[in-house]
């Protein structure tokens, strides 16, 4: 029986879609609080009329591959992801969107199964679709990846690579909520009490005639959005909503150890105020946003690390 406790999770960037580098590849580990990596199958059944009022045939049809990858944000140990996510690329230590794609062949690992139970589930042609991030009052930050891919293979081992090698996680701490800083519209504010980041790429399967598997996935835009809870003590941010004014938020995550990783967002559009009251106790008015692209940093976010 495989239990999830003793779960590993690799991943190694694709030179070419959907294959996995095949001489000794070099996987790297996905720090990660849970996994739904899968693969998917269409289906369908033969429509045809029988007296007997019975279905004749039943057959498989395109295979999909897709799934999230929750994980507890620390530094450094999401940087490729992140790049793969973003399509940008780090300079020196900041990473903006951009439209460079990047292809992953993801491994499972279920390290109590025996070879001969196949514990090695390798997923090829990954791309990260979608990223979210949640900032509580007072916890673990916290996020996933949503991915999309092309097909996977069950191994009893991975000698079919060669010797590949696997990569043992960082040991940074996790980022909590109140080690760090925030501003909103240029402003240190201290009533913030929830942050929610969600990049979508918008990559959506393309299925051809001749093959049930898909080919590389069609993209779209770069959409950022994300909702930010904030104590309700004036109609400051409420107004910025009213009046449609762009404003901005930044915000630091740090460790113990000094790390750190600050995300700009350098433009943004409440469309949304809610100071909803439900019971007893303090009012809160939520502000969803969408981010704008912005002309002086080319990007509609910022990731700057430390």
Known sequence: MADSSRHNLFFVPETTYGVTPAVDPSFADVRHTGTTLAITK???????????????????????????????????????????????????????????????SLLRQFTDLTASDKPFHLFKGVELN????????SGIVTGSFASIGQNMEINSDMTAYGTPTYGTPDTTAPFDSFTGTITEGGIAIGIVT????????????????????????????????????AYFENSVL????????????????ADAAGNSLQFDIPKIVYNGGQPDVSGQGAITLSLPFQALYDSIDESQIVITRS
Request: aromatic letters at 8%; hydrophobic letters at 35%; a negative charge.
């Open 238 to 253: 409420l107004e910025k909503f009213l009046n449609e004014t762009e404003s901005s938020l930044t915000f630091t995550l």
């Open 130 to 137: 979608t990223f979210s991030l949640s900032v509580p009052a």
């Open 42 to 104: 269409e289906s369908f059944q033969s429509e045809e009329l029988h007296a007997d009022r019975q279905i004749r045939d039943f057959r498989h049809g395109v295979r999909a591959v897709a799934g999230d990858v929750s994980f507890e944000l620390s530094s450094s140990s999401f940087d490729d992801l992140l790049e793969g996510t973003f399509m940008g690329s780090w300079a020196g230590n900041v990473l903006k969107a951009g439209v460079t794609r990047r292809s992953f």
């Open 194 to 229: 929830e942050i929610s980041l969600s990049l979508e790429n918008g990559l959506a399967p393309r299925n051809v005639i001749g093959s049930d598997e898909t080919i590389r996935p069609t993209i779209g835009r770069s959409n950022l959005t994300g909702n930010m809870t």
